[in-house]
Each structure stands twice: as structure tokens, then as C-alpha cells.
């Protein structure tokens, strides 16, 4: 039999593909069905985030985060917002910081419910796992709205505190959302974590060694997947963290389908840590006064916090004024996402959009 | 007692009869050949009409159950109970732009669109849908079914390749590869039960049923199980809908379709899914033999309710990746199928035809083949179960950052 002469085909995917979680371009060459090379673009959602921010005062920066990674909403502002009080050196009311880590955690709940979810939409599992995650999300975006008023963008965290007190009724909704979520996980975990075909999909698929993740600069569950305990909540401590009492969950080859487990992990430790915040939420103030015009004094911050999808950290500069110098964001998804060629390379298409869905990227964060 | 009798056989029947009444009131008319051809026309009219309108019901059906499955209701705004949804989608897909790509190979692209439609449509005329409703009964009724099943391929090729898309051509190949790898054990499952019934006619192996006393899924659980396997995937169903892959390669083949001829591929995948879900019911099922409940009847509970295990298989699988999909065909399905077959043969010519005895050493002899199965997987899916490790980790404590 004669060789058959084959050449590769440049496939684009992208900017408009229903599994490449927003406006992300992906320029895969193909020999076959088997990926040889993948070159991702971004900047199809760039908005000027940064010099926008610039241009905000410090306050009106609160609600800008929002928009970054708009499915952990709550944990952007916690970033912001405790890089600007080191900064400024405020010390919060011990309530708002108890609000806030709730608030928090119950974020990294709703969006490792969401990344799960679209992972399996991505393995092809046609919305229901989908939809079971997202009426758990509902959930806890409900009690979002009971606070606040918004549930995507909920603008609840204020420099020195939290907006308003929680209402009447949100604590007996909490500690029941937070008695049944782990039943709800183990629902899920019966459901679909045994499936053939699911461990067919994800089991020694685009593993990422942990030297390897860490020259990338991954971080999150990416990273924990990969087998590295790094977890900025643990190892870097900021707010209340040290008090909690938490684990962290970390896979052992590397692959999606501990990327899956990880999360599904990591969600019940939030839920524990929230289970501890609840019964040590103490009374008191919520907020310190706020002042008309924020100014933090000169200088330069960096601080880092465990976002759901890995490390977010603000650099703010502050040269004195109502405006921040330079506002610079160290979002997770962006450099999680470099890691996706490596991972993609010798895949086949499928994987391609499993690999994706498995590092969990918001393009609002990656583009900012 | 004789009068109910006489009522449940005239429903039996009611089907049979009209056609009868129709063409001796044509005879009175017309010459004999005339008759004929007219009749066959009907007959082909008759068919064609109800596989359009299934669509209507079966559209509906999987909507709404693959709503409940997923926890919201499905369509409930146009009709009762929004029963009607069909309708509008109808109206809406046949008002829609129609668009042939500028780089499209124009003939194939249009042609595509209606041959996937027809081969479907054949299927229909060999199926036995009650007791002497057949619009032909073919003594190669079966092989017919094969032949004229893999037809729809061709089209859904055309479709990939003159689309001029890269995803669409991707869709294409992917089809032609699991279409010709899954026929095989699809054919070689049945060949099972084509040797205990000694004719392909889809009439017979009915009637064969009849006189085993029992369908045939009792006597070929394991041909059943792989039948259907290889159905879904010939007819590019969840899990085994990688042509269309939608969150891969976005539609597959009929990316570039819009309007109507985008519906005439949905509307041939619907039928075709219906078509292996009444094969299965005649092959295996015993077609239409049922007590009291008149034969069509029958019929179309049995051939329904698979096509539920057809949603439910869509509600809750995620998909299978090209390769995997290849390994599964040749290395679980066509092996298992062999076997089977080798193991039938020998069975049935052991003992004796149409009895007890011989149903039960045919369901052992299968029963033997599940466990074996059992046997050698059950130690790889034990061992391959994974946990996380969990890192109980003190916290450091808060350092001072300049």
C-alpha cells in the first residue's frame, strides 16, 4: 500500500462557538480528528477594564469588579476590597468579615456547581447535570438577592465592611441551603462521577504534570488537580481564614477527571467553612463610617486571594488622590488559560472543548 | 362474550378492512391493474403522511420527558399543555431564510438535504404495524431494511462535504466512519434471531414469536442489548451523536442548513429514530402480539416506549470521543455480536425448536456469555476507581508584607 499523502487543516473555532465559555478564539491545526497545534486569541470581550478602573474612584471600583468574573462576583470584590484596606490599613467590624467569608464560600460553591456543570454539557451530557447544578446555584444566588438586591452583581462588599446587615430570614435559609447542598452533591457524585462513559472521557485526558503547571503560573484547582496543596487560604492567610478549619482536596494524576473531583471536593470544604462561619457569626457593627471621598494614603499593594478559579490579585498604586494610580489584576482564568495548548496538543477535537470547560475560564476575567 | 370478541377483532382489524373496503369499491370501477396500482399508491401515502405527523407527536413526547429529566416543564405555551409546539416550530423553520452558502457546491447541497428523508421512509413499508398491516411483506424483509437504512450515510456525506465547512466535513467523515463501523454488529445481532426464525421476512420472525410463546429479548437478552447499542449510533443519537456534536463541532453536517431543508434532516433523524425503536419491537419485542389490546395498539406501546429509553438515554449520557466510539464498535460490540451468534447456532440446533426447553437453554446459553463478560471487566472497573486526596494543611501564620 502506497503512503497517502495527508497535509493538516487549520480549523478556527471560535469567536463564536457554543463551548468556548464566551468570545474566545481558538486556531486549532488538525491532522484528522487529532489536534496538532492550538494557538488561542483573546481580547474579543477587552473593555479597557484596568484604565476604566483607573478612572473610577476607589468606591466605584467595588461594582466594577463585578464584572470581571461575573460567576464569582463576590469573591472579585473580597480581592479588591481587602487590597484596598491593607492599603489604607481599615480594620473591618469582626461581623463583616464573618458576612463576608459566607459570602465568599458560597460563591466558590456556585461557581464550582457551574464549572462542573459545563463540563459535562461539554462531554455532551445535553444540559441535565446543568440544569441540576444551576437550581442549587439559584439557591444560593437567592440569598445573594435577599441581601443585596442583585444576584449577578451584587455590589455587597464596601472598603471597611459590608453594605447592609443580613436580613431577617437569611440565616434559617443559609443553614438549610448549607445542611442540603453536600446531599445534593452526593446526588450529583451518584448520578454521573461512576459513568463509563464520563471516565472514558476525562480519566488520563490532558494531564498537566505539577512542574509543569507551576512554571505556567496555574493556580486554583487547576493546579491542585495536578497534585501541588497550594491554596492561598492556607498558605498566605488573609481575612479570617485561620480560623477555619478546612481542608485541601488535591487529585493525583493530574487529568479533567480529577479536575472534576477537585471541584466537586473543594465545593463541600466551602460548604464546611460556611457551616463554621454560620455558628461563629458573631453580633455587632457591619460596616466602619464611611467617608464621602475615599483616599488611601501613597504607596503600592499587592494582595492575592483564593478565587474559585485560582489566584486573584489586585496591584493597586495609590498616589494620594480619590483615584487609583494603577489598578492591575492578576486575573486566574488568564493564566490558567496557557496552559491549554500544552494540554490540547495529541487530543482529539473533543477534548479540546473538555480541556476548556475543565480549566474553567470566565472570558469576562481572561479579557478584562 | 362472543360480541366483545367480535368488537376487539374488528378494531383488530379496522385497519386491514378499510383498505379492503377501498379497493373493492375502486374493482367496481376500474380495471384490475389499475386497483393495484392505485392501492400500492395508497399505501404509500398512508405511510409517508404518518411518519410527517409521528413527528408531531414524537417531537412533543421526547420535549417534554427530556424536560421532566431535566428538571423544567418543556414547551407549554402554544396549545394545551403546549402540545402544539411542533406547529410553531414548523411554521417558524418553513418561514426562514433559506440559505445556500456561496462556496456550497449548489446541486449536491439541495440534493442532500432530501435523500437522507427517503431511504427513512422505505424502512416503513416492510414493518408489520399489527396483525396483516404491512404494506409489503418482503421475504427479504430484513436485509431490505439494512440496505435501504444505509442509504441515509450517503446523504448526510453530500451534506458534510458540499457545505464547503470544515466542521461540516468533519460531522461527514465522522458519520461515514461510525455508520459503516456500527452496521456490522448491528446486522450480525439480529443474525441471532434471523437463524431461530430460518427467514428474514419481518412478517415471519413476528410469527415466530408467536410460536415460541415468547419475544425473542427472552431468548436473545444479549442480541437486544447490542442491537440497540448499534442502532442509536446508526442513527446518530446521544451517546453516540458525534456527527452533530453540538458542543464540539457545533451541528456536524447540517451546519450551513437553514429553514426547510434543515428540517428535513431533523424530521429524517426523527422518523429514523422511531424506525429503529419499531425494528426493535418486531425483531425482539414480538412486534405485535399483545393480549386484548388490539395488535396495532401493541405495536406502537411497544415501539414508544423504547423510544423513551432513547430519550432517556439522551437526558442523561454525555458523549463518547471519536476514537473511543471506533474501539467500542470493533472491540465490545462486534466480538460480543460474534459470540452470540456462534453460540445461538449451536444452541438452536441442540434443541428443539418452539419449546420451553429450548427458550431456556437459549437464555442460559446467553446468560453465560453476560457473566463471562462480567468476569473479565468487572476487575478493571474496580480498580480504576480515583479519589482526591485531602491535604489537611495548618495555616501559616499571616505574614507582614512590606
Sequence with gaps: MTKLKTETVTLNMGPHHPSTHGVFRLILTLDGETVVDVEPVVGYLHRNHEKIGEKNNWIQNTPFTDRLDYISPMNNEFAYVLAVEKLAEIDPPERAKYIRIIMVELNRVANHLISIGFLLNELGCFFTPMFYALRWREMIVDLYEMTCGSRMMPNYFWIGGVSADLPEGFLPECKELVSALPGFLDEMEQLITENEILQMRCKNVAILPPEVATAFGCTGPLLRASGVPYDVRRAEPYSIYDRFDFDIPIGTVGDVYDRYLVRIAEARQSVRIVDQALRDLPEGETATPKKRKFKPPEGDIYHRTEAPKGELGFYLVSDGTENPYRYRIRAPSFVNLQALPYMCRGNKI????????????????VDR | MQSIQGILEFIDQIFVNLSFWFSSLLANYLPEWAVTF????????????????SIIWINIFERKILGRIQDRYGPNRFGPWGLLQCVADMVKLLTKEDITPSRADRLIFNLAAVVPIVPTFMILAVLPFGRGMVATDLSIGFLYIVAVGS???????????????????????????????????????????????????????????????????VLQPLAFVLYFTAAIAEVNRSPFDLPEGESEIVAGYHIEYSGIKFAMFLLAEYVNAFSICAIATTVFLGGWQGPILPSWAWFFLKAYALY?????????????????????????????????????ALVAKLVPQHSLVGAIALLAANLVIIVCIVIVKYPRWKQDKREVVLVSRPPTPQMESS
Design chain 2, 151 to 217: 442509504l441515509g450515510t450517503i446523504g448526510i456525506f453530500m451534506a458534510g462535504w458540499s457545505s464547503n465547512n470544515k466542521y461540516s466535513i468533519l460531522g461527514g467523515m465522522r458519520t461515514v466512519a461510525q455508520m459503516v463501523s456500527y452496521e456490522i454488529p448491528m446486522v450480525l445481532s439480529v443474525v441471532g434471531v434471523i437463524l431461530l426464525v430460518g427467514s428474514l421476512s419481518m412478517v415471519s420472525i413476528v410469527e415466530a414469536q408467536g410460536q415460541w410463546r415468547l419475544p425473542f429479548i
Design chain 1, 350 to 365: 473533543a477534548d479540546v472543548v473538555v480541556v476548556i470547560g475543565s480549566i474553567d475560564i470566565t472570558m469576562g476575567e
Design chain 2, 308 to 344: 423513551f429509553l432513547l430519550i432517556w438515554l439522551r437526558g442523561t449520557l454525555p458523549r463518547l470521543r471519536v476514537d473511543q466510539l471506533m474501539n467500542f464498535a470493533w472491540k465490545t460490540l462486534v466480538p460480543l455480536a460474534l459470540a452470540n451468534l456462534m453460540v445461538t
Design chain 2, 38 to 53: 392505485i392501492m400500492m399508491f395508497a399505501t404509500v401515502l398512508v405511510l409517508i403522511v404518518f411518519g410527517l405527523a
